[in-house]
């Protein structure tokens, strides 16, 4: 099948955080899948699968351990490769059709570098995460509650995946890490599938897979729910964009583009996530077998 390399919420290439983008004449078994994914070595890869029409691309989405229902930056990255492929109008719309939701991307060259936009629609609050459980999350990163932003509480926020937002220093945020095997137990104890410790004043966040053996550079799905959670604590004004940064410390410093909507006086309705994106490299990959 041919591939797509692209870097997305990038300045150029080799920057941001980069994506395989898989195109199959017909579906690979998910085990396959899997294994292509871990050969790449992305946090995340996607495969787009034959379409009925441009419009609507059914796509699956793995990290390096299993599939997952919805992903930011793969979406992004999708859309990008799909319009420098098939080319058309400098402002295209794609419809990638997922396990859990239809994700609704708009594109946009301007004759040299591609930029995506991602409706993430309308965030779902969680409780506020107090007590024991707090601080049993805060322990797994090596932090304690001296480390939370005072006036700001953790909470649980989803446009699609289930995050933890935990504010954090910014000197807290630089050394956190996740030192405990059993980090996943404790989140789901939360009500959450991830983490994603946020300084509010850059703004500036930071993921990791829940093993703790990679840290994500940008992560799109995150993107999200921080910005509607920077919003509800009045960090940040609706409708308007902001820049959140990320990748910082893996060594791939990356712009993730945020607006949380609503009505001017009302909580978020819709939030809107988009960066740039780079072409790398394209090729085909040889040697797996197709189940038809």
């Known amino acids: 099948m041919d591939f797509q390399h692209v870097d997305v919420f990038a300045s150029g290439p080799f920057s941001g955080n980069s994506l395989t983008v898989f195109f199959p004449t017909a579906w690979p078994s998910a085990a396959e899948m899997l294994a292509v994914t871990q050969e790449f070595r992305h946090f995340e890869s996607i495969f787009i699968g034959p379409a009925a ?80 459980a707090i601080a049993a999350i805060l322990r797994g990163l090596g932090l304690r509650a001296a480390d939370l932003v005072p006036g700001l509480q953790p909470a649980v926020i989803s446009t699609g995946l289930t995050y933890l937002l935990i504010p954090v220093s910014a000197e807290a945020l630089a050394r956190a890490a996740i030192t405990v095997t059993d980090f996943a137990d404790r989140l789901a104890a939360a009500g959450a599938q991830y983490a994603y410790l946020l300084d509010p004043e850059r703004p500036e966040g930071r993921h990791w897979s829940n093993d703790g053996r990679l840290e994500d550079i940008a ?44 009505p001017a006086d009302g909580e978020v309705s819709q939030v809107l996530v988009g960066g740039d994106v780079a072409l790398v490299a394209s090729g085909a990959l040889h040697g797996i077998r197709v189940t038809q």
């Not at 920077?230 to 004004?237: D, S, V």
């Open 219 to 262: 992560t799109g799905s995150a993107a999200g729910p921080a910005g509607a959670y920077l919003q509800r604590a009045r960090r940040r004004p609706i409708n308007v964009p902001f820049i959140l940064h990320q990748g910082r410390y893996a060594g791939r410093p990356s712009r993730l583009r945020v607006e949380p909507r609503g």
């Open 53 to 132: 029409d441009e419009g609507r691309w059914p796509a699956r989405i793995f990290d390096l351990e299993q599939e997952l229902p919805f992903a930011g930056h793969p979406v992004l990255g999708a859309a990008a490769a799909l319009h420098s492929r098939l080319g058309g109008t400098a402002t295209r719309s794609w419809s990638i059709e997922l396990a859990a939701r239809t994700a609704t991307v708009h594109t946009f060259f301007n004759g040299r570098t591609y930029s995506a936009t991602l409706d993430q629609g309308c965030p779902e609050f969680g409780p506020a995460v107090t007590g024991g």
